[in-house]
């Protein structure tokens, strides 16, 4: 089966195929897949954009459709920077920038209040035009110093609290196990494989 990933972000690509390195699904990038175009994130909400990326997609293409919203949601900050994670400190700011504007806005709250959570919210367009809607998620805390090496985003800031180490320091393959897009992606998986069965049964 082939599924196309709505999203330019070669980082996201490549950690849904590394999630799902044994299934059956082929996920086409944009480029792959012909599509032409800007998708344009106008969304209020993680839901929103994933479905304006899907049917931007699908209406010019068809097929299996899969798009991806996700970021990061502090408690303190009222869910901040939420659906404008990619773009928090400015269109063009890196994530040095993006830590900065961060702990600038955390600094009025003392680090152990600093819980958070990234967001995963995965829409999902079949050939037929039917869509689906999974949401995933892992609870952590920033960390007031950036660690680690692995992933990518905001990962050397977030801490996960039980093991004492940031999604950046964790192992590849520990991370797509608890983190909000391996655990979306594995529901869109199985509603694909049960889909699947049936259509073979």
């Known amino acids: 089966m082939e599924v196309i990933l709505a999203t330019a972000n070669e980082d996201k690509v490549k950690e849904i195929r590394e999630i799902l390195p044994d299934s059956n699904i082929r996920f086409l990038t944009l480029t792959e897949s012909g599509f032409v175009g800007q998708i344009v994130e106008t969304g209020r909400s993680f839901t929103d954009n994933a479905l304006i990326k899907a049917r931007t997609v699908h209406r010019q293409i068809g097929g299996y459709v899969l798009a991806d919203d996700s970021g990061l949601s502090i408690d303190v900050l009222d869910g901040a920077p939420g659906v404008h994670s990619a773009r928090f400190a400015g269109e063009n700011a890196g994530y040095p920038e993006k830590f900065a504007k961060l702990y600038g806005l955390l600094a009025p ?35 007031p110093i950036m660690k680690g090496s692995n992933g990518f985003g905001y990962d050397p800031i977030f801490l996960l609290p039980d093991r004492g180490l940031t999604m950046a320091q964790i192992p590849p393959e520990e991370k797509h196990r608890i983190s909000h897009r391996g655990r979306a992606l594995r529901q869109i998986a199985e509603l694909l494989s049960v889909e699947s069965s049936k259509e073979k049964g």
């Open 109 to 143: 709250w003392p680090p152990e209040d600093w819980l958070a959570s990234f967001i995963c919210v995965m829409a999902l367009v079949r050939p037929d035009g039917r869509e689906s809607i999974v949401r995933g998620e892992c609870r952590g805390r920033i960390t």
